[in-house]
């Protein structure tokens, strides 16, 4: 993930099931074709990293990278001497900004990742920079329109009062593009050929409350001191009421070096 500090790893690895089936879906589209190094751009607690590994077979090398520590690492257990993934996975905390690697990857595989970062533009290029020529990018992540309604009831509650001038200085740290704009950027960094659409995904998570708080409105929560932030959870789920159904919209990418 990027945007990685107010992220809890441990939280996000148990309550993440929605995601993990994305990344099963996005998986299907990445065309390996004997890739043998793969990157994981934002690979979380390394869920989807596992999955890729697997598809990958045992000579197949998977660099995992995400900028929040927590997930980082969650994800390390990868690389531990007595895991099965052992010597296959490298685990790196980076922002994918920033991030620079020797030996361009034959695939890039993200997941629930790209709409935490709001430049996407410098994104894209250091994806195809990342990328060997021929090489096949599978992505998936917030799109335009997403949580649109449930962001706006969660924002009634911020507007009220002793939470109003908490998040007066609050800035989105999210980005949710169209495809059409996307498939445009991706051309502009260097990709050969973009393919982007849009799928709505409304999705009623097992455990609401720990989930909006560690996922969908963890930027809100980790903005409010820490005895505003359970106040500001219990008038959010009152306000939503039962069930809590999230209006997920997903931006797919398929982007070719």
Not at 56 to 73: F, H, I, K, N, T
Not at 74 to 95: K, M, N
Not at 145 to 161: C, D, F, H, I, T
């Amino acid at each position: 993930m990027s945007g990685g500090a107010h992220w809890d790893g441990t939280s996000y690895d148990r309550i993440s099931t929605l995601q993990q089936g994305w990344g099963a879906e996005v998986l299907d589209r990445l065309q390996l074709d004997g890739a043998l190094l793969a990157l994981d751009a934002g690979c979380g607690t390394g869920r989807v990293t596992e999955m890729l590994l697997e598809r990958m077979g045992p000579q197949g090398q998977v660099l995992a990278v995400d900028a929040s520590p927590s997930m980082v690492e969650q994800a390390r257990r990868l690389t531990a001497p007595d895991s099965r993934y052992a010597g296959r996975v490298e685990v790196v905390l980076c922002d994918l900004l920033e991030l620079e690697i020797e030996e361009p990857v034959d695939a890039i595989v993200s997941t629930a990742t790209f709409h935490w970062v709001t430049d996407h533009d410098s994104l894209f290029a250091r994806m195809r920079a990342a990328l060997r020529r021929g090489g096949h990018m599978a992505a998936q992540c917030g799109g335009e329109g997403n949580v649109v309604k449930l962001r706006g009831r969660a924002g009634k509650v911020m507007e009220r009062s002793p939470y109003a001038e908490r998040f007066a200085d609050f800035r989105p740290p999210w980005n949710y593009a169209g495809p059409a704009e996307t498939e445009q950027r991706l051309l502009a960094a260097g990709f050969s050929r973009a393919r982007c659409w849009l799928t709505p995904a409304p999705s009623e998570p097992a455990e609401p409350r720990e989930y909006l708080r560690t996922i969908v409105l963890g930027p809100h929560v980790q903005h409010l001191p820490a005895q505003l932030r359970e106040p500001f959870m219990d008038e959010v789920m009152q306000e939503l009421g039962e069930p809590v159904t999230i209006d997920y919209v997903r931006l797919n990418i398929d982007a070719w070096a």
